[in-house]
C-alpha cells in the first residue's frame, strides 16, 4: 500500500533548476493541484517539458505567467500569448517539437533507447544542429531520448497501491512520461478499487500518491 502524502507535500521533491514533465493537453489531464503548490513556493529556473504552454491561468501556463519556467520543451504555445512574449524577448527558452516527435522522445526515453529515428522536419528549420541518417534511401533525423528528474502526472483514480487509471483526454502524456522520469509523483481524482485489467500506469512507476482535496 502507498501513503496518501497531502498535496503541499509536492515542494519537497520538485526544486529550482529541475526538469519537470508535466502530463496532460492544454490544461486537461494536468495536475492542477501541483501548478498552485510550485506557484505558492515561488520555486524557479524549471525546465518544463509538456504538450503545450497551457492558458496564462491553467495548466503550466501560471508558472510561465510567473516568471518561474526557464526552458519550456512543448508542441505549442499558442494558447499563452504570455509565452509567446518572453520567447520573444528572450526570457524564456521555447524548444519547438512536432508533437509526434516529443511523444516519441519521451516513450524511447522510458524504453531505454538512445532515440527516434523521424522524417518529421528533413528539409526544414528542425532539421537545424541535428544528425540526419539514412535509410533504406530516405533521410531521417535523430532525436535523442528525452528524461526528466520528475514526472507530475495525473489521474482519474488510484487504487491503495498507486495503480492509476487515466479515463479519455487525461490519459495524454500522463502514461508515457511515469516512464521516463527519475522521480513519479502522481495526483488522483480519487482512491477506489481498480480493476487490473484497466491500469494504464502501474504502481511500480509511482514514487509518491497524492489525492485532490488533501
Same mark, same amino acid.
Given at each position: 500500500?502507498?501513503?496518501?502524502?497531502?498535496?503541499?507535500?509536492?515542494?519537497?521533491?520538485?526544486?529550482?533548476?529541475?526538469?519537470?514533465?508535466?502530463?496532460?493537453?492544454?490544461?486537461?489531464?494536468?495536475?492542477?493541484?501541483?501548478?498552485?503548490?510550485?506557484?505558492?513556493?515561488?520555486? !524557479?529556473?524549471?525546465?518544463?517539458?509538456?504538450?503545450?504552454?497551457?492558458?496564462?491561468?491553467?495548466?503550466?501556463?501560471?508558472?510561465?505567467?510567473?516568471?518561474?519556467?526557464?526552458?519550456?520543451?512543448?508542441?505549442?504555445?499558442?494558447?499563452?500569448?504570455?509565452?509567446? !512574449?518572453?520567447?520573444?524577448?528572450?526570457?524564456?527558452?521555447?524548444?519547438?517539437?512536432?508533437?509526434?516527435?516529443?511523444?516519441?522522445?519521451?516513450?524511447?526515453?522510458?524504453?531505454?533507447?538512445?532515440?527516434?529515428?523521424?522524417?518529421?522536419?528533413?528539409?526544414?528549420?528542425?532539421?537545424?544542429?541535428?544528425?540526419?541518417?539514412?535509410?533504406?534511401?530516405?533521410?531521417?533525423?535523430?532525436? !535523442?531520448?528525452?528524461?526528466?528528474?520528475?514526472?507530475?502526472?495525473?489521474?482519474?483514480?488510484?487504487?491503495?497501491?498507486?495503480?492509476?487509471?487515466?479515463?479519455?483526454?487525461?490519459?495524454?502524456?500522463?502514461?508515457?512520461?511515469?516512464?521516463?522520469?527519475?522521480?513519479?509523483?502522481?495526483?488522483?481524482?480519487?482512491?477506489?478499487?481498480?480493476?487490473?485489467?484497466?491500469?494504464?500506469?502501474?504502481?511500480?512507476?509511482?514514487?509518491?500518491?497524492? !489525492?485532490?482535496?488533501?
Amino acid at each position: 500500500m502507498k501513503t496518501i502524502e497531502p498535496v503541499n507535500q509536492i515542494t519537497k521533491y520538485v526544486k529550482d533548476g529541475m526538469s519537470v514533465m508535466v502530463g496532460g493537453f492544454m490544461g486537461c489531464g494536468t495536475p492542477e493541484a501541483f501548478i498552485d503548490e510550485l506557484l505558492k513556493a515561488n520555486i !524557479k529556473d524549471l525546465t518544463i517539458i509538456c504538450n503545450d504552454a497551457g492558458y496564462p491561468n491553467k495548466g503550466v501556463g501560471k508558472l510561465i505567467v510567473n516568471g518561474q519556467v526557464s526552458h519550456l520543451i512543448a508542441s505549442h504555445i499558442g494558447l499563452n500569448p504570455e509565452a509567446g !512574449k518572453r520567447m520573444g524577448e528572450g526570457t524564456m527558452k521555447v524548444t519547438l517539437v512536432p508533437q509526434g516527435t516529443l511523444a516519441e522522445q519521451i516513450r524511447a526515453a522510458g524504453a531505454g533507447l538512445g532515440g527516434i529515428l523521424t522524417p518529421t522536419g528533413v528539409g526544414t528549420i528542425v532539421e537545424e544542429g541535428k544528425k540526419v541518417i539514412n535509410v533504406d534511401g530516405k533521410p531521417y533525423l535523430l532525436e !535523442k531520448a528525452l528524461h526528466a528528474d520528475i514526472a507530475l502526472i495525473y489521474a482519474t483514480a488510484s487504487d491503495q497501491y498507486g495503480n492509476l487509471i487515466h479515463e479519455k483526454t487525461t490519459r495524454n502524456f500522463n502514461p508515457v512520461m511515469a516512464l521516463a522520469a527519475k522521480k513519479v509523483i502522481a495526483l488522483t481524482r480519487t482512491i477506489k478499487p481498480i480493476d487490473p485489467n484497466c491500469i494504464t500506469t502501474p504502481h511500480v512507476l509511482v514514487n509518491h500518491l497524492m !489525492k485532490e482535496g488533501n
